[in-house]
């Protein structure tokens, strides 16, 4: 991989300029900006504050929850905090974080473009997405308490604004079309000359099924909550069982979209720990190509399996058994790239610098999540356990463990690139560990709370569940206290860091062939690619 | 995407088809049909919106990406109807 560097020279940093594609200063340098780099890290600060906001509301429903009966919060009020906790960590961190914020920074950078296709409509994606973040907060004047799910029949009747929250969503879908559409045309007609598909990074694959999942269909929610706003505001019944509408054909058509959409969270991250993987294992990737169809596997399975979300919602049992099988199909792609990580590691020479640490953290606990998906998708042991605190701790076991710490991976992993500062090791470990740690506490116990039969959703719950709700809200705090270190660190790294080399982890794909931070125009001549980026300790396999 | 020149005289000929098509739908709607009377209705909307998308709309003389584009959202109209039929039809 030696000759995909630029002209087989040293790395050069581009432009004169040390501060690379940060040169620039000014708000209107970064409001206008066309880089795709620029747009990236505008997207990963907006995404990142909401991660905060929401975590602040997770915080208070745990302490809420730490007594059965109502405390501090109206029940009202709690039923707003867990609302606004979701729908902000959904639609407004979870769903953009890595394909807008890492994405955009690294899919012309991974396959030596410029720019994205189409850098204006990029620009234009972010602040429709600002738009989006408007109106939602502008809900917040009549606060929302229907859960971020937006159930019918109740959603048509609250008093609350489900109607301009809705439109905020929609939105926020409209710029995620945008980008994904922006992404599918970058990765099909600007790779670098030699970037054959078979040579694209396996993060390029993840975020190319990411982008099918975004074009074909977020306009399915969009479409939803228009015929929501259509039933509240005009009273048409498409919902409404009294004038011939149907409450599940709202829960079909949601999860026709929620559903894929948790391959948008997923798939992304998995693209990261490829990437993480075999650096930090110094060896080639084991099953490339089992890992990149995988992605795209996933990316289209997920569009089959949508009605696993309404076993006991009074669906007819046969959709619930063809659903049930077609879930389990999901199962075998991500098995699939999990055990090619493992055969990945295998005899490697392992470092566990804190990118590696967060990337086996997303392996361990995403399997946890994973299987427990496996339960559910079972009919029988659903009923048990379905609206309980089981789906809970699954979900965050997937969302958290899975898509969080891929996030936290690709930080970690490209925070010398984007800054061109080394973050602090010391600092780094700690943070984790408190995370792992935290994280376990506060939603394994949940699995327990789960399969006691706890309720989800609820303010008040029976006394018997206390002791574990009180582990749980200590686990909550361990948890923030990981993050908040970790956020420190970043704070201290972007201002303190030692400047970072152009490559610190000795890693082969195309970024880390420029400099750190990258020019503006990312490569001074584009690289020609001559292999796949895999190529550690010289063999392929 | 290559020039052609099909001209008015296809244009004509594809209005008035929409327009027999159209009274072929109000008159079946007079027709008691039972279950049928939708089939009908449903087969003559899809022939019509077939002739706006290969003529008016050109799909006929494009190229097999654009086909892909076309057909790819009808696929999944078809997988969200399949789906939810799955559940109302056995209830
Ligand atoms: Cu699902």
């Known amino acids: 991989m030696k000759e995909t560097t630029l002209n087989g020279e040293q790395p050069p940093n581009g432009d004169a300029s040390p501060r690379g594609y940060l040169e620039a200063k000014g708000f209107w340098s970064w409001a206008y900006t066309l880089d795709h780099k620029r747009i990236g890290v505008m997207y990963l600060y907006t995404t990142l504050f909401f991660f905060l906001l929401g975590g602040v509301f997770a915080l208070l429903i745990r302490i809420k929850l730490m007594f059965p009966g109502q405390y501090i919060f109206t029940n009202q009020t709690y039923n707003v905090l867990f609302t606004m906790h979701g729908a902000l960590m959904i639609f407004l961190f979870i769903i953009p974080a890595i394909p807008s914020g890492l994405g955009n920074f690294f899919i012309p950078m991974h396959i030596g473009a410029r720019d994205v296709a189409f850098p204006r409509l990029n620009l234009l994606s972010y602040w429709v997405f600002v738009a989006g973040i408007v109106v939602i907060l502008f809900s917040l004047i009549r606060p929302m308490d229907t859960g971020w799910t937006f159930y019918t029949p109740y959603s048509a009747r609250t008093a609350a604004d489900v109607t301009t929250l809705s439109f905020g969503v929609f939105l926020i879908g409209m710029s995620s079309i945008l980008t994904g559409l922006n992404f599918l045309v970058t990765i099909h007609k600007l790779r670098a000359p030699g970037m054959t598909w078979h040579r694209m990074p396996l993060f390029i694959w993840s975020m190319y099924a990411t982008s099918i999942i975004q074009v074909l269909a977020t306009p399915v929610v969009g479409i939803t909550f228009l015929l929501l706003a259509m039933e509240r505001v005009l009273g048409v019944g498409f919902f409404d069982p009294a004038k011939g509408g149907d409450p599940i054909l709202f829960q079909h058509f949601f999860w026709f979209y929620s559903h894929p959409v948790v391959y948008v969270m997923i798939l992304p991250a998995m693209g990261i720990i490829s990437e993480i993987v075999p650096a930090f294992s110094r060896k080639p990737i084991f099953g490339y190509n089992a890992i990149a169809y995988s992605s795209v596997a996933i990316a289209v399975f997920g569009f089959f399996v949508w009605g696993h979300h309404m076993f006991v919602t009074g669906m007819s049992s046969t959709a619930a058994i063809i659903f049930s099988l077609l879930t389990y199909s999901v199962a075998i792609p991500t098995a699939i790239k999990v055990f090619n990580w493992i055969a990945t590691m295998y005899k490697g020479s392992i470092t566990f610098e804190s990118p590696m640490l967060y990337a086996l953290t997303f392996i361990f606990l995403f399997v946890v999540g994973g299987l427990t998906g496996m339960f559910l998708g079972a009919l029988g042991a659903d009923i048990h356990v379905h609206d309980t605190y089981f789906i809970v701790a699954h979900f965050h076991y997937t969302m958290v463990g899975g898509t969080v710490m891929g996030l936290l991976a690709g930080l970690h992993y490209w925070f010398p690139k984007m800054t061109g500062r080394m973050l602090s090791e010391k600092m780094a470990r700690p943070a984790w560990l408190l995370m792992f740690i935290g994280f376990n506490v506060t939603f394994f116990t949940q699995f327990i709370l789960g399969f006691e039969g706890m309720p989800r959703r609820y303010a008040e719950y029976p006394a018997q569940y206390q002791a574990l709700n009180i582990v749980s809200t200590v686990g909550s705090w361990i948890l923030a206290a990981g993050i908040l270190i970790m956020f420190a660190n970043f704070v201290h790294g972007l201002f303190r860091g030692p400047p970072a080399p152009p490559n610190p982890w000795k890693a082969l794909s195309l970024e880390w062939q420029t400099g750190s931070p990258p020019p503006t125009e990312n490569y001074p001549e584009i690289p020609t690619v001559t292999d796949w980026p895999y190529g550690y300790a010289g063999k392929q396999t | ?91």
């Open chain 2, 1 to 91: 995407m290559k020039e052609h020149k099909s001209g008015n005289v296809t244009y004509i000929a594809v209005w008035a088809a929409l327009v027999v098509l159209t009274a072929v739908t109000v008159a079946v709607s007079y027709v008691h049909l039972g279950m049928m009377n939708v089939v009908v209705a449903l087969l003559v909307a899809s022939v019509k919106a077939s002739l706006v998308a290969l003529f008016f709309m050109h799909l006929r003389y494009e190229s097999r990406l654009v086909w892909g584009f076309a057909l790819t959202p009808i696929f999944f109209l078809i997988l969200i109807i399949a789906g939810t039929l799955s559940d109302t039809l056995f209830r």
